[in-house]
Nanobody, 122 residues
Framework: EVQLQASGGGLVQAGGSLRLSCAAS????????VGWFRQAPGKEREGVSC????????YYADSVKGRFTISIDNARDSVYLEMNSLKPEDTAVYYC???????????????WGQGTLVTVSS
């Protein structure tokens, strides 16, 4: 079965760190773009960080530049989002998604995993 599995969310204090994982089953990210998106309560979904191909380039939303890092493992079947210096405004459900190579975070990705909740307390 082809699916994406996001994990790693949780409750963290402001200034803390979390690492989200997105695991692909039934395929690899070798020929796809993969992105992390988030949706906070009452807000629209936004693209946080995207890997346009498995070898880059990367995209970061201005709000997370310098704090978040997207990476991919050697097997090309897991993508990570390292989140540092977390702020309360980073609180959201985070989703990973995949689509054709070159799809940046402004693109409406077509294949989604379930979300993982990140809560940052002040």
């Amino acid at each position: 079965e082809v699916q994406l599995q996001a994990s790693g969310g949780g409750l963290v204090q402001a200034g803390g760190s979390l690492r989200l994982s997105c695991a692909a089953s039934g395929f690899t990210f070798d020929e796809y773009a993969v992105g992390w998106f988030r949706q906070a309560p009452g807000k629209e979904r936004e693209g946080v960080s995207c890997l346009l191909t498995s070898d880059g380039p990367t995209y970061y939303a201005d709000s997370v530049k310098g704090r978040f890092t997207i990476s991919i493992d050697n097997a090309r079947d897991s993508v990570y989002l390292e989140m540092n210096s977390l702020k309360p405004e980073d609180t959201a459900v985070y989703y990973c998604a995949t689509d054709a190579p070159g799809s940046d975070c402004t693109y409406e990705y077509g294949f989604w995993g379930q979300g993982t909740l990140v809560t940052v307390s002040s």
